[in-house]
């Protein structure tokens, strides 16, 4: 079946720090690519998706590339703030009603 | 822009105990989901809904049943809680295809099994 795999379960950074958070995927046919983020006490929110090869998807100065080639969709961004501390889901989309997650990111910053 | 509200907040239950939990969205969409959210493991998908009195089985379904008798919301019952399970259930719901249109996510509800 599908799955996702995020092989940084914890990235600590200060402030100013590029971030990259890895996310490699295993899918059949061609899914959509998500990164959600969540904040302590709320659910996860939506950051952006791509669904084609080479297409950028980016939000609030995060993106990520879908690559068919490496299977991946890797999270970066040039200078992490703060307020960016949550932590950080990709998930892979059917096409349907189904979307798989992979087991998170828990990004801290340090001011 | 709409809301999901989760009930309750926080569940504290005994073992063997049978727990229901409530969410209610305005959005109007069409599509609600159930996911389970342990330390470590993500969101595991538990039951989806995509239109009232629908219910379609996830990944994890063994142990849950699920109720959408309103458009607007979507229960999900704990059958037999298990001692000393912890976990947050999170409740989301999507206009379109979840596995492509945006999913919009409640704050959860912690469960904690005595």
């Known amino acids: 079946g599908d799955s996702v795999t995020q092989t940084e379960g914890q990235v600590a950074l200060s402030e100013e720090d590029f971030l990259t958070i890895h996310c490699n995927y295993s899918a059949s046919g061609y899914p959509a690519l998500f990164w959600y983020v969540q904040y302590p006490g709320e659910g996860p929110q939506f950051l952006f998706r791509a669904s084609r090869d080479k297409e950028k998807g980016s939000s609030r100065g995060f993106e990520a590339t879908y690559d068919k080639g490496t299977t991946s969709f890797h999270l970066r961004k040039a200078s992490v703030q703060e307020s960016d501390s949550a932590v950080y889901y990709c998930a892979l989309g059917d096409m349907g009603y189904k979307l798989t997650f992979g087991t998170g990111t828990s990004l801290l910053v340090d001011p | 822009g709409g809301i999901i509200t989760q009930t309750p907040k926080f569940l504290i239950g005994q073992e063997g105990q049978k727990l229901t939990l409530k969410c209610q969205q305005n959005?109007?969409?069409?599509?609600m989901y159930w996911y389970r959210q342990d330390s470590g493991k993500g969101l595991r998908l538990i039951y989806y809904s995509i239109t009232e009195n629908d219910l379609q089985k996830g990944d994890l379904s063994e142990g849950y049943d699920a109720s959408r008798e309103k458009k607007s919301s979507f229960s999900l019952t704990v059958t037999s809680a298990q001692k000393n399970e912890m976990a947050v259930f999170l409740c989301?719901?999507?206009?379109?295809?979840?596995?492509?249109?945006?999913?919009?996510f409640g704050p959860g509800t912690r469960l904690t099994v005595l």
């Open positions: 989301a719901s999507s206009l379109g295809l979840g596995g492509w249109a945006e999913q919009f």
């Open positions: 959005f109007n969409h069409d599509t």
